[in-house]
Nanobody, 126 residues
Framework: QVQLVESGGGLVQAGGSLRLSCAAS????????VAWFRQAPGKEREFVAA????????YYADSATGRFAISRDNAKNTVYLQMNSLNPEDTAVYYC???????????????????WGQGTQVTVSS
């Protein structure tokens, strides 16, 4: 069992940066692939970024490529999402998710993720 708790959200001006953190509990977290999803008001939850259990392989949505960076520290059981050059379209609740996987391939399908955090709000003002 893995429990996830996100933090680091807040209000930021367009062009600014935020770093989200996702703290995980559970001794097996290092064997889980992780991802960030987001959900804006009135929209479906969408994939943002993912990384493998080792953190060596990553994948990004087009909207995040070049601006966001996902990373993890298995010694600290923590996943990060560094977000730069934020714009109002990035406003959403951001969720951390995990799935047990030692594969090098990554999933962008939210239905494949077993564990979810409660989300953290990111608001970007223009």
């Amino acid at each position: 069992q893995v429990q996830l708790v996100e933090s680091g959200g807040g209000l930021v001006q367009a062009g600014g940066s935020l770093r989200l953190s996702c703290a995980a509990s559970g001794r097996t977290f290092s064997s889980h692939a992780v991802a960030w999803f987001r959900q804006a008001p009135g929209k479906e939850r969408e994939f943002v970024a993912a990384c493998t259990w080792s953190g060596f392989d990553t994948y990004y949505a087009d909207s995040a490529t070049g601006r966001f960076a996902i990373s993890r520290d298995n010694a600290k059981n923590t996943v990060y999402l560094q977000m730069n050059s934020l714009n109002p379209e990035d406003t959403a609740v951001y969720y951390c998710a995990a799935r047990r996987s030692l594969a090098t391939s990554l999933s962008t399908d939210l239905k494949t993720y077993e564990y979810w955090g409660q989300g953290t709000q990111v608001t970007v003002s223009s």
